[in-house]
């Protein structure tokens, strides 16, 4: 079974930059994944951020990237707001279908 | 104005069924494949199960196949997930989503209706 690891949670000053990472529990994460990030604030359903690794869907605003760091995906939001205090989460597409992460709590304070 | 509205949630018993209904609007429904996705109470979404555009090629993650099945009809631009032999386990929030094309993603996410199962 295909486990997508998130960190839990995050803090990040108003400002600051903050870099949420999506990793594979065996192997690594490559743009044949599909990488997407999406973003969830409480009582809403899902918006989605990023797609194809690193591409902004409509009206994203540009302090948020993806990227691939290493052996993983990475999102990074540079400039942090207030109003990005929510949920996000990533998704891999495996081949069989897609398969979402834990999830990231952030925190802006 | 892409537009989905998902129906049909319901509290149901253990072992019952619903039909979830996503009503679609504002894209060219036939051309695109779409997907149920699933999140329960204070959890992450869940993939459930994806239907091609013209509905000849179905998805589902191991947690549903068997008991649940997607299919649509083109000509109401609707979405349907029939779900059966309901486990408590099932209870969440329903969300039909429009894949984006060629992108192996998410596109936009309707509002979600609520299935509850409870005896």
């Known amino acids: 079974q295909t486990v997508v690891t998130q960190e839990p949670s995050f803090s990040v000053s108003p400002g600051g930059t903050v870099t949420i990472t999506c990793g594979l529990s065996?192997?690594?994460?490559?743009?044949?994944?599909?990488p997407s990030w999406y973003q969830q604030t409480p009582g809403q359903a899902p918006r989605t951020l990023i797609y194809n690794t690193n591409t902004r869907s409509s009206g994203v605003p540009d302090r948020f990237s993806g990227s691939i760091l290493g052996s993983k995906a990475a999102l990074t939001i540079t400039g942090a707001q207030a109003d990005d205090e929510c949920d996000y989460y990533c998704v891999l597409f495996v081949g069989s279908g897609w398969v979402f992460g834990g999830g990231t709590k952030l925190t802006v304070l | 104005e892409v537009q989905l509205v998902e129906s049909g949630g319901a509290l149901v018993q253990p072992g019952g069924s619903l039909r979830l209904s996503c009503s679609a609007s504002?894209?060219?429904?036939?051309?695109?494949?779409m997907h149920w996705v699933r999140q329960a109470p204070g959890k992450g979404p869940e993939y459930i199960s994806t239907?091609?555009?013209?509905?000849?090629?179905?998805l589902y993650a191991d947690s549903v196949r068997g008991r649940f099945t997607i299919f649509r009809d083109n000509s109401k631009n609707t979405l349907f997930l029939q779900v059966s032999s309901l486990r408590p386990e099932d209870t969440a929030m329903y969300y039909c989503?429009?894949?984006?094309?060629?992108?192996?993603?998410?596109?936009?996410w309707g509002q979600g209706t609520l299935v509850t199962v409870s005896s």
């Open positions: 504002g894209f060219t429904f036939n051309n695109y494949f």
């Open positions: 239907i091609s555009s013209n509905g000849d090629t179905t």
């Open positions: 989503v429009k894949d984006r094309s060629g992108t192996w993603s998410f596109d936009y």
């Open positions: 065996s192997g690594s994460v490559s743009a044949n994944s599909h």
